[in-house]
């Protein structure tokens, strides 16, 4: 069973603007504040790359060197959501967009680190 959704995508031009958006998809589904909760994305033909990344218990945040000029991730606890907005979008930011759950935030560039994965939210970039 899927317990993570991730929303938000769709086509759009170069130099756009796009917020995803992340977020349990029962009661159930609990993010405990030693949790780090993190972006990846995967682009066509190409292995997944970790975007960025936030600590649930304070807040701190992790981006990938490529994309930390223009990706702000965020989280609200009030609403167990998380989001990432991404500013100027080129046309390598086309992929799918996943929202992993990490049990801690060591290793958190390192996929096999973490537990829970929705099915993803596809961002296409266009002329």
């Known amino acids: 069973q899927v317990r993570l959704v991730e929303s938000g995508g769709g086509v759009v031009h170069t130099g756009g603007s796009l917020t995803l958006s992340c977020a349990p998809s029962t009661s159930t589904f609990v993010i405990y504040s030693s949790n780090l909760m993190g972006w990846f994305r995967q682009a066509p033909v190409k292995e997944r790359e970790f975007v960025a990344g936030v600590t649930w218990r304070n807040n701190q945040k992790y981006y990938g060197e490529s994309v930390k000029d223009r990706f702000t991730i965020y989280r609200v606890a009030a609403e167990n959501a998380i989001y990432l907005r991404i500013n100027s979008l080129k046309s390598e930011d086309t992929g799918v967009y996943f929202c992993?759950?990490?049990?801690?935030?060591?290793?958190?560039?390192?996929?096999?680190?973490?537990?829970?994965w929705g099915q993803g939210t596809q961002v296409t970039v266009g002329e």
């Open positions: 992993p759950r990490k049990s801690n935030l060591y290793g958190y560039t390192d996929e096999s680190k973490y537990d829970e």
